[in-house]
């Protein structure tokens, strides 16, 4: 049985992990068909019923303009997970990349690179996401670069410190005395045996950006009306206290959605640690 075959079985055997994927699969399903799916259009106006509590016609209510919130909440699915994939990507490129070379490499790269990413811990994560957002104008798409970008400093870190153990191995050091080039050695040696912490801080990161794009929504500064944002939808169901679902079931798919990505992180290392993993392993043996 491969490690990695390994992991994925202990994966399936924690209910919690298991829990939270499945929250994530469905999450992916209405994301994909959200619009086949929903009674409504999200985007679809009836004045005659403004403010309607949860009901048979409307099972989660209805908004200020008369729009189905069920509907709304469904499809800002889509736009929540490609904010936090993209995002989280852009991160995952440049900070692993950063921290390759910062690692491998030391000398000048790895304190030109960490006094760079000093630099950019050294602001809150929001703050630093609203000032580039500020810089760059509202709207998705530089929502997704500001969150990616702020996340860069996580990603170079994790990597850095990973690598900085892999390179000195029997295995790197027998490829650096044969002649083997550094990039090639990144590749073939170090990168495959640092992914377990990356998979670990991705799966986390991905949902930091599910809360940072609904905070940036909330403020007015990432998805723009008309189009449906959880974010956008406590933004506008603040003004609406007694009309509670409008706040209460865009709170929930966040709170849901966050949660999901933790436990499958928590799962994940769990399973990608040699050390707890064996723990595990005796114990599907008992």
Known sequence: MTPTTSAWRLLVRNPVSVAGLGVLVLLVFLALLGPVLVPYGPNAVDVTRTLQPPSGAHWFGTDDLGRDVLSRVV??????LQVSVVSV?????IG???????????????????RVVDVLFAFPVMLLAIAIVAVLGPGLTTAMIAIGIVYVPVFARVTRASVLGVREEP???????IGARPLRIIRTHVLPNVTA????????SLAFAILAEAALSFLGLGVQPPEPSW???LFDGK?????????????????ATVLAFNLVGDGLRDVL???????????RDR
């Open 239 to 255: 003004a609406f206290t007694g009309s509670w679902w409008m706040s209460v079931f865009p709170g929930l798919a966040i709170f």
């Open 89 to 93: 990507s852009i991160a995952l490129v």
């Open 273 to 283: 640690d040699p050390r707890q993993r064996s723990v595990l392993e005796s114990r």
């Open 171 to 177: 295995y790197v050091r027998a490829a650096v005395s």
């Open 197 to 204: 912490p990356i998979i670990v801080q991705t799966s986390l």
């Open 96 to 114: 692993v990349t950063l921290g390759l070379l910062a690692g491998y490499f030391r000398g000048w790269a790895d304190a030109v690179v960490m």
């Open 75 to 80: 499809l800002a699915a889509r736009v929540s």
């Open 231 to 233: 974010g956008r939808m």
